[in-house]
């Protein structure tokens, strides 16, 4: 089969589906990529054409098809440990705060809004086992974490991950302590995978089941995929599930500036952590 190649039309049509059910806005000029992003589908389904796909999506009982194609043109770019400054922020000031202002309590939620295969929460759980270890053991933890792919949900849950993925970021000392080689592959122990509650959480949708008064919200690199509006009904939502005390942490290329003014950088935290003032 020759390499297809996508028409303005079946462009225009698939970019109006992936921004329906994602809020994902693919760009001008970006045929290429999904091109070769849709391709491995095309085979899958044995399609000839992308026009055919878009029939197949929009035929009855396409759902399934347009979940992959969705799937498809998320990109999950992530890596154990990722953005020193954000990890740095919650051992040395978000952690402590929390527990001092909560040590009675006894108790944390957090919630990994965009987790993709899992290295987020995973890095987040070792940070809190190694530097807090009584939080980690002893503590009641939730820890919500979510995608909207089905794929990433179940890439999270099994914590298995290749050696180039271990490579990025996942420092020796820990993946001794912490994972367990599965043949080619490593695996995170139970101890943290038992921790994670692995859900799926499409960010346009009506979030369901979310506890509210959520300690700590990670929605780190996502936002960047979305246009000005979506951004400010995400934010506004997160404010109705955070704590009072609570933080949310974005990317470090993510703002709430001139998005959401009820939201303000923590002062101390070098980083992308937000708390709310109303
Ligand atoms: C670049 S990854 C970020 C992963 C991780 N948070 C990090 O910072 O390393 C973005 C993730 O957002 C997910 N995503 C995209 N649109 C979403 C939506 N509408 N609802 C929930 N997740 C979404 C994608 O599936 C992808 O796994």
């Given at each position: 089969?020759?390499?297809?190649?996508?028409?303005?039309?079946?462009?225009?049509?698939?970019?109006?589906?992936?921004?329906?059910?994602?809020?994902?806005?693919?760009?001008?000029?970006?045929?290429?990529?999904?091109?070769?992003?849709?391709?491995?589908?095309?085979?899958?389904?044995?399609?000839?054409?992308?026009?055919?796909?878009?029939?197949?999506?929009?035929?009855?009982?396409?759902?399934?098809?347009?979940?992959?194609?969705?799937?498809?043109?998320?990109?999950?770019?992530?890596?154990?440990?990722?953005?020193?400054?954000?990890?740095?922020?919650?051992?040395?000031?978000?952690?402590?705060?929390?527990?001092?202002?909560?040590?009675?309590?006894?108790?944390?939620?957090?919630?990994?809004?965009?987790?993709?295969?899992?290295?987020?929460?995973?890095?987040?759980?070792?940070?809190?086992?190694?530097?807090?270890?009584?939080?980690?053991?002893?503590?009641?933890?939730?820890?919500?974490?979510?995608?909207?792919?089905?794929?990433?949900?179940?890439?999270?849950r099994e914590g298995v991950y290749a050696q180039h993925e271990i490579n990025r970021g996942l420092p020796a000392?820990?993946?001794?302590?912490?994972?367990?080689?599965?043949?080619?592959?490593?695996?995170?122990?139970?101890?943290?995978?038992?921790?994670?509650?692995?859900?799926?959480?499409?960010?346009?949708?009506?979030?369901?089941?979310?506890?509210?008064?959520?300690?700590?919200?990670?929605?780190?690199?996502?936002?960047?995929?979305?246009?000005?509006?979506?951004?400010?009904?995400?934010?506004?939502?997160?404010?109705?599930?955070?704590?009072?005390?609570?933080?949310?942490?974005?990317?470090?290329?993510?703002?709430?500036?001139?998005?959401?003014?009820?939201?303000?950088?923590?002062?101390?935290?070098?980083?992308?952590?937000?708390?709310?003032?109303?």
């Open positions: 089969m020759t390499a297809q190649t996508i028409a303005e039309s079946a462009m225009k049509a698939i970019s109006e589906i992936v921004r329906q059910e994602s809020a994902i806005v693919i760009d001008e000029g970006k045929d290429y990529l999904v091109e070769t992003r849709l391709r491995p589908l095309l085979r899958r389904l044995g399609l000839e054409s992308f026009d055919a796909l878009v029939d197949q999506v929009k035929s009855i009982g396409g759902a399934e098809v347009k979940r992959a194609v969705v799937e498809a043109l998320t990109t999950n770019e992530t890596h154990f440990f990722r953005d020193e400054k954000f990890y740095e922020a919650l051992r040395e000031g978000i952690f402590p705060q929390l527990i001092e202002d909560l040590g009675s309590r006894r108790e944390l939620t957090m919630w990994c809004a965009a987790c993709s295969s899992g290295q987020e929460p995973y890095s987040v759980l070792m940070l809190l086992a190694e530097d807090f270890p009584e939080v980690f053991r002893d503590w009641k933890l939730r820890f919500i974490v979510s995608d909207l792919s089905r794929e990433m949900q179940d890439r999270t000392k820990l993946l001794v302590k912490y994972c367990e080689r599965e043949g080619a592959h490593w695996r995170m122990k139970s101890e943290l995978r038992d921790k994670l509650d692995v859900r799926e959480i499409n960010l346009v949708k009506p979030w369901m089941g979310l506890p509210h008064a959520i300690d700590i919200v990670f929605m780190r690199n996502v936002l960047i995929y979305f246009d000005l509006d979506t951004k400010k009904e995400i934010l506004g939502r997160v404010k109705r599930v955070l704590a009072p005390h609570g933080t949310l942490f974005l990317g470090a290329a993510e703002t709430t500036l001139n998005i959401d003014r009820s939201f303000i950088r923590h002062e101390r935290q070098k980083t992308g952590c937000y708390r709310v003032v109303e």
